[in-house]
């Protein structure tokens, strides 16, 4: 069963502050690594999607990473506009198309 | 280019009472997914269609059943509403089942009294 933890379920930061979310992962088979930003109120927004250990890619000020058993999200002197909720999902092997998503960071930068 | 439409917005149903959710996708995607979303328990999938003309049960299917009517749309139905359907819906869409990111809706908030 694939499994997902993220960490920590809440980061508050100062405006400026770079920091880095945790996603911990369990998966027979990698397809694919998800990284999605959630608003209050409103539906997730995809970020970015990785395929394999060592691969990195990077939005403004949002990088994700990623190796055999985990990924990071690093926030580079974030503004209070970054802050959302950053939800995490693995896609195993075996064909299945159902995702496991994490519960999310809720992430607060003070201005 | 609307992506992933949901309606209603807010829903509120007694006990009971049966309702239909509809979404719709213009974007070409071949899956479809209901998910629920409460507070501690993270995005949990419903159903699923990976492919226009079949559905699949997800992780929490049950008082749900679902509808592909084509390739755009995918409706979630509830028979019989129970206190504990009250939550957020969200419905999503993805160019193929695997290795594809999806894309979501803006969501339907159910209350049933």
């Known amino acids: 069963e694939d499994q997902v933890t993220q960490s920590p379920e809440a980061l508050r930061l100062q405006e400026g502050e770079s920091s880095s979310l945790n996603c911990s992962y369990t998966?027979?088979?990698?397809?694919?690594l998800f990284w999605y930003r959630q608003d209050p109120g409103k539906g997730p927004e995809f970020l970015f999607t990785?395929?394999?250990a060592g691969e990195e890619k990077e939005k403004e000020r949002l990088k994700a990473t990623l190796t055999k058993k985990e990924s990071f999200l690093h926030i580079t002197a974030p503004k209070p506009e970054d802050s959302a909720t950053y939800l995490c999902?693995?896609?195993?092997?075996?064909?299945?198309?159902?995702?496991?998503f994490g519960r999310g960071t809720s992430l607060i930068v003070h201005p | 280019n609307a992506g992933v439409t949901q309606t209603p917005k807010f829903q509120v149903l007694k006990t009971g009472q049966s309702m239909t959710l509809q979404c719709a996708q213009d974007?070409?995607?071949?899956?479809m997914y209901w998910y629920r979303q409460d507070p501690g328990m993270g995005l949990r999938l419903i159903y699923y269609?990976?492919?226009?003309?079949?559905?699949d049960k997800g992780e929490v299917p049950n008082g749900y059943n679902v509808s592909r009517l084509n390739k755009r749309e995918f409706s979630l139905r509830l028979e019989s509403a129970a206190p504990s359907q009250t939550s957020v819906y969200f419905c999503?869409?993805?160019?193929?089942?695997?290795?594809?990111?999806?894309?979501f809706g803006p969501g339907t908030r159910l209350t049933v009294t």
């Open positions: 999503a869409s993805s160019l193929a089942g695997t290795s594809h990111e999806q894309y």
């Open positions: 998966v027979s088979g990698l397809r694919g």
């Open positions: 990785l395929y394999s």
């Open positions: 999902a693995v896609q195993g092997g075996g064909g299945s198309y159902i995702p496991t």
């Open positions: 974007m070409n995607h071949n899956s």
């Open positions: 269609s990976a492919s226009e003309g079949t559905t």
